[in-house]
């Protein structure tokens, strides 16, 4: 269900704001390790300036699909009990060393949104691993996630040849 919510919103955002949304938190890396992470909140990450100059319109497209604004520090949004949080893409680099250029654009549907790859995926928990807030709250999580990224990598190892051996 948060998927396909997902998957509405951002052609919501591509439709009306010229928008590709990321995909982000533990529902993007439930997708790219194909198992349940039993996400609690969908986490997008928008184009900093969507988040302030332009936040007029994320929140007016929020409401118009239902949701009301519970936490507009943390960009958060809420329906039903399911929680929408934005945040910024330019984020990505200095916190976890994320290259924007090489994150891979999906499409589906007829909506397009980026999803990050394992490797950047393990980059982020590393660092989510470090912060302070995160590691006493949400350590033992991002340790689970770290360990699940790491065997799907070994397994897709296995499987296809090293992908770091023909870069």
């Known amino acids: 269900m948060k998927k396909s919510e997902f ?10 704001l010229n928008i590709v949304p990321l995909l982000f938190g533990s529902l993007g890396l439930e997708q790219r390790l194909n198992t349940n992470l039993n996400a609690d909140d969908i986490d997008v990450l928008i184009p900093e300036l969507f988040l302030e100059e332009g936040w007029s319109g994320i929140a007016a497209l929020m409401s118009d699909a239902g949701y009301t604004l519970y936490d507009l520090h943390e960009h958060a949004f809420e329906r039903s009990g399911l929680s929408v949080a934005f945040a910024a893409i330019e984020s990505l680099a200095p916190f976890a060393g994320v ?7 999906i499409e589906e549907k007829g909506v397009c949104y980026y999803l990050l790859d394992l490797r950047d995926y393990l980059k ?14 949400k350590n033992k999580q991002d340790e689970r996630k770290i360990e699940l990224i790491n065997a799907q990598m070994r397994k897709n190892d296995e499987e296809y040849g090293s992908v770091s051996e023909n870069k």
């Open 7 to 16: 998957i509405r919103i951002a052609g919501l955002l591509n439709e009306r």
């Open 99 to 105: 290259d924007l250029e090489q994150i891979p654009v």
């Open 124 to 137: 982020v928990y590393t660092a989510s691993a470090k912060d302070g807030y995160r590691k006493n709250v």
